[in-house]
């Protein structure tokens, strides 16, 4: 855990959601320890929004590391970061699949999902991960075009994903939504992408008890501040080598030690858990 850096060096991205393999130093997606192979998610089939890099990067190594294939979805821009991560999966002898496209067009996520149908015949896992956030002082600055953008991005995307995924997925599916510290504390700075968050945490209660039934499970995971892209991205140079420092743990998160809670809630070990959250932040207190 000491190994993880506590600062970072100044630096800024100008394009959202940012690209990893130009970040310095680059986030810590494996590392000995973590994420040890147990054929927890054998033969499972699993679809990852925003898997090309950040938090998805490492979910998608890690599911992969479990027995899991994976498919990855993101945009052209980030084709980079898409094709390192399939690269290192295949080298570990995994199996990834790329879908490139806008998430916040529906009918792209339903030819992701009739794309992974047509080659696996089955769905096991939704990883809803994919969003964007851009960081404004005033909620007056914060323009109709953004507000359209990161709630497509960040809500929509998952309403189309997973609406398109119901007529394939099954008893002892699993369905796993990436909220924020922020949709539980707020963020002056990051409003809307604060309500999008906040309205994943009730999506995922929500549809946790209209598919319980069904034995389909849903729940979220709620990062604090890890080192991704989005980081970049969003924030100026100097905020950004303050990032993570302001919480009881000291620094910033690695994609590497969120992982684990997704592999945990797609695994049959969470098979009486639905409608929850997990918070993996660093020592923040979440509704104590």
């Known amino acids: 855990m000491d190994s993880f850096p506590k600062s970072f060096p100044a630096q800024h991205q100008d394009s959202q959601p940012g690209i990893e ?28 929004t925003g898997g090309d890099s950040g938090i998805g990067k490492a979910v998608s190594f890690a599911f992969s590391k479990q027995g899991a294939k994976v498919n990855i979805v993101c945009t052209e821009k980030e084709k980079c970061d898409a094709e390192e991560t399939k690269k290192e999966i295949e080298l570990e002898g995994g199996t990834c699949d790329i879908y490139y496209g806008d998430v916040k067009d529906e009918q792209f ?17 939704l990883v809803n991960n994919a969003a964007v956030q851009y960081p404004q002082q005033k909620i007056e600055d914060i323009t109709t075009q953004q ?18 995924a119901m007529k394939y997925l099954k008893k002892g599916s699993s369905i796993i939504n990436t909220s924020s510290i922020t949709a ?39 990062p604090g501040p890890i080192w991704t892209p989005l980081i970049v991205s969003s924030f100026d140079s100097t905020k950004v080598s303050q990032f993570g420092t302001d919480n009881p743990m000291k620094r910033a998160g690695q994609p590497v030690e969120v ?25 923040e207190i979440i509704n104590g």
């Open 184 to 222: 539980f504390k707020g963020s002056k700075d990051l409003i809307d992408y604060s309500a999008t968050k906040g309205a994943i945490a009730s999506f995922t209660r929500s549809l946790a008890t209209n598919l319980a039934d069904k034995g389909i499970r849903v729940n979220a995971v709620a």
């Open 147 to 164: 507000m359209k953008e990161t709630f497509e991005t960040n809500i929509f995307s998952y309403f189309y994903f997973t609406k398109a």
């Open 259 to 283: 992982a684990g809670a997704y592999v945990f809630l797609a695994s049959y070990d969470a098979s009486y858990i639905t409608g929850q959250t997990i918070h993996v932040n660093g020592g």
């Open 109 to 125: 996520c339903i030819s992701v999902i009739e794309g992974v149908i047509k080659k696996y015949a089955t769905i096991d896992v």
């Open 21 to 48: 393999l130009q970040m310095m130093p680059q986030p810590v997606y494996i590392k000995d320890g973590y994420n040890k192979i147990t054929d927890r998610l054998k033969d499972k089939v699993a679809v990852i």
